[in-house]
């Protein structure tokens, strides 16, 4: 599925530029190859259409640049690894008639891998980026920053340089929620929603989360008042998004409304990379006006 659920932003550097043919030659520089037989895990690009087209490495919408990149991970049980472990240790230890050592068992360890990889399971994922040269920004839908950084590392690899910065702030995101949030200031097109997670930045080990819960009501106010911060909050922009943003403004659970999802559906199902581009194109747009407009509205809250 196409609609981004989370969205590591990423900002680029005044000076960078995102020129797409040198980004699709990147590309295909590094298509993904699967796992040898000693391998644990691979990742390379493929095409945003089909992984079996070789030629379409990029959607390009106006200026709004879809990548996607597939990743391979070899898959091999504990009990099992536990189990051959076990086996080629007491084999060793009546062989030689003695216990092994601990840098034995681990160079056993290393051999029991080689043996057991081949017949390791795949597991297979992908993700999407979205390269908005508008406001310079990349975006990742993946869950983590650890992950978005491993895939921007062979984007970078291949470009020779990509300068770019975590999405950010001046003043703490947890402290401009709570303001936000114990004032109940006004910001359309946006609204706190009914979920929310809050954290004492002193003694940083409680944590509250709420659910379906009216975020401005005086039950909240006693935590506010109690000295903690808002770290998660769910925020609904009118226009049709609605999202979990974090401390670390990265997004979660990104959900669009049915207006924004249903909008193109006059294209049949059987148009796959028609209705690919034409959903891209809306999803980009309309993304890229809430990340806008709601960094926009907390570099207002003092």
């Given at each position: 599925m196409l609609w981004f659920k989370n969205a590591i932003i990423y900002q680029l550097n005044n000076d960078t530029l995102l020129n797409k043919d040198a980004i699709e030659n990147a590309l295909k520089s590094h298509p993904f190859t699967p796992c040898g037989n000693l391998d644990t895990t691979k990742m390379g690009w493929v095409s945003p259409y089909h992984d079996n087209n070789q030629e379409d490495f990029i959607v390009d919408m106006q200026g709004h640049l879809l990548l996607r990149i597939k990743k391979e991970t070899k898959i091999l049980p504990s009990p099992v690894i536990k189990q051959a472990l076990l086996e080629k240790i007491d084999k060793q230890e009546q062989a030689l008639s003695r216990k092994l050592t601990k840098n034995e068992k681990a160079t056993l360890k290393d051999e029991v891998m080689i043996d057991l990889m081949p017949r390791a399971f795949s597991k297979y994922n992908?993700?999407?980026?979205?390269?908005?040269?508008?406001?310079?920004?990349?975006?990742?839908?993946?869950?983590?920053?650890k992950q978005a950084e491993d895939i921007l590392a062979i984007l970078r690899k291949e470009l020779g340089s990509l300068a770019l910065t975590p999405l950010s702030i001046d003043k703490p995101l947890e402290q401009i929620m709570t303001t936000w949030t114990r004032e109940n200031l006004n910001f359309p097109p946006f609204l706190l929603g009914d979920q929310?997670?809050?954290?004492?930045?002193?003694?940083?080990?409680?944590?509250?989360?709420?659910?379906?819960?009216?975020?401005?009501?005086?039950?909240?106010?006693?935590?506010f008042d109690s000295g903690k911060w808002l770290t998660k909050i769910k925020i609904i922009d009118e226009r049709g998004?609605?999202?979990?943003?974090?401390?670390?403004?990265?997004?979660?659970?990104?959900k669009f409304d049915s207006v924004i999802l249903d909008e193109n559906e006059d294209i049949g199902s059987d148009e796959f990379n028609k209705r690919l581009e034409a959903d891209f194109f809306i999803m980009a747009n309309s993304l890229a006006n809430t990340i806008n407009d709601f960094y926009m509205t907390i570099n207002k809250i003092i």
């Open positions: 992908h993700y999407w980026l979205w390269l908005d040269t508008h406001n310079k920004r990349i975006i990742v839908d993946c869950s983590s920053f929310a997670e809050l954290k004492d930045p002193l003694e940083g080990n409680g944590i509250i989360s709420c659910k379906n819960q009216e975020i401005t009501s005086d039950e909240m106010r006693v935590h998004v609605s999202f979990i943003v974090n401390s670390d403004l990265t997004f979660k659970r990104i």
